[in-house]
T-cell receptor, first 112, second 113 residues
Framework: DSGVTQTPKHLITATGQRVTLRCSPR?????VYWYQQSLDQGLQFLIQ???????AKGNILERFSAQQFPDLHSELNLSSLELGDSALYFC???????????FGEGSRLTVL | QQQVKQSPQSLIVQKGGISIINCAYE??????FPWYQQFPGKGPALLIA?????SEKKEGRFTISFNKSAKQFSLHIMDSQPGDSATYFC????????????FGKGTTLSVSS
């Protein structure tokens, strides 16, 4: 158990809809990262937050957004969903200054 | 964003054999090179990591070899076991700055008994 909690574990929705994925980092970790995992693209970095502030952006679509709240949990919002958004979405957290990321078990999104 | 290239995509090894997975990176600013292991239904977990001030790091049956001039690093799994069957990801980052890991596309390892 990494200590990172993600909900929901599975989500099925339709094209055009909007979903929110939630992540609770390990106790004391200030950094939260979101990754998308698909079969052909591997683990793609989406976005990073540190103590409530956006720190870095990767290949995040404009239809996607995220935020980190004062209690350090984070949410990833996916809107106008397309079939190609079907993937596993992972959240990870880390202690600032180290390289190690601790991953949750992911949220599997299926868009029909 | 594909700054870390990993090969092979899949690998089948006999029990007791050596598994070797290779990665190459482009960004010379990277200073942290971990390998992550992922089992089905689970998130990736850190297996072993190296920084560029050493050329090799060993932890049990797992060894990272690092070649800074060639911008390459590899994972060697000695005496491979069926329990090692998983997907392995190499990654890189500027670790001291707490930046995000950039991952390779992964290698699916199957160890046959």
């Amino acid at each position: 158990d990494s200590g990172v909690t993600q909900t929901p574990k599975h989500l099925i929705t339709a094209t055009g809809q909007r979903v929110t994925l939630r992540c609770s980092p390990r106790s004391g970790d200030l950094s939260v990262y979101w990754y998308q995992q698909s079969l052909d693209q591997g683990l793609q970095f989406l976005i990073q937050y540190y103590n409530g502030e956006e720190r870095a952006k990767g290949n995040i679509l404009e239809r996607f957004s995220a935020q980190q709240f004062p209690d350090l949990h984070s949410e990833l919002n996916l809107s106008s969903l397309e079939l190609g958004d079907s993937a596993l979405y992972f959240c990870a957290s880390s202690i600032q200054g180290t390289g190690e990321l601790f991953f949750g078990e992911g949220s599997r999104l299926t868009v029909l | 964003q594909q700054q870390v290239k990993q090969s092979p995509q899949s690998l089948i090894v006999q029990k007791g054999g050596i598994s070797i997975i290779n990665c190459a990176y482009e960004n010379t600013a990277f200073d942290y090179f971990p390998w992550y292991q992922q089992f089905p239904g689970k998130g990736p977990a850190l297996l072993i990591a190296i920084r560029p001030d050493v050329s090799e790091k060993k932890e049990g049956r797992f060894t990272i070899s690092f070649n800074k001039s060639a911008k390459q690093f590899s994972l060697h799994i000695m005496d491979s076991q069926p329990g090692d069957s998983a997907t392995y990801f190499c990654a890189a980052s500027r670790g001291q700055a707490g930046t995000a890991l950039i991952f390779g596309k992964g290698t699916t390892l199957s160890v046959s008994s």
